[in-house]
């Protein structure tokens, strides 16, 4: 079975930048969607950003202006640049990709941590 492998989390301080990859193991098809979410403890898992295969984005209002998304569809791979972090952007974030047919495929997560 293909994993969806993510990487680049880690304690960065508040106002800072971390970039996140996902990246599939293998072969993966029929993607109409790729997607970070984010789950902080306590908290509902939420999402964060997605993009189509076509381009179109969409983004949680408290990270617009601050994360960009960018995929590369030859490589099936999903980026998730973070500005300007916040304590409250803290959580463990979670590759998502969507195929067409309605099934959903998870990553282990990357623990980003915002703290002085």
């Known amino acids: 079975q293909v994993q969806l492998v993510e990487s680049g989390g880690g304690l960065v301080q508040p106002g800072g930048s971390l970039s996140l990859s996902c990246a599939p193991s293998?072969?993966?098809?029929?993607?109409?969607?790729m997607a970070w979410y984010r789950q902080a403890p306590g908290k509902q898992r939420e999402l964060v950003a997605a993009?189509?295969?076509?381009?179109?984005?969409n983004y949680a209002d408290s990270v617009k202006g601050r994360f960009t998304i960018s995929r590369d569809n030859a490589k099936n791979t999903v980026y998730l640049q973070m500005n300007s972090l916040k304590p409250e952007d803290t959580a463990l974030y979670y590759c998502n990709v969507a195929h067409w047919d309605g099934q959903a495929s998870w990553g282990q997560g990357t623990q980003v941590t915002v703290s002085s």
């Open positions: 293998g072969t993966i098809f029929n993607i109409y969607a």
């Open positions: 993009i189509t295969t076509g381009g179109r984005v």
